[in-house]
């Protein structure tokens, strides 16, 4: 049996759709931990954008930060 034979049949042992569904699930969970992270970085990024506008604003700059910095 070829490779090319191999991908293209459909798989005959339980075990191996057992794997391929632990892969997915274990795909999806990294999918599910990479969106938390994004919406943290998200959430950070607010709070430093917020906490240079009131630096700014104690040095006496009123120029809006987040509009200085290329997000």
Do not use: F, Y
């Amino acid at each position: 049996m070829t490779d090319e034979s191999r991908i293209s049949e459909p798989s005959t042992e339980l075990g191996q759709d057992d794997k391929l569904e632990s892969i997915l699930v274990g795909l999806e969970d990294v999918v599910l931990h990479i969106e938390r992270i994004q919406n943290e970085l998200n959430r950070l990024q607010s709070q430093l954008i917020t906490s240079l506008d009131n630096l700014a604003n104690l040095a006496g700059n009123s120029s809006n930060v987040e509009d200085s910095i290329e997000l």
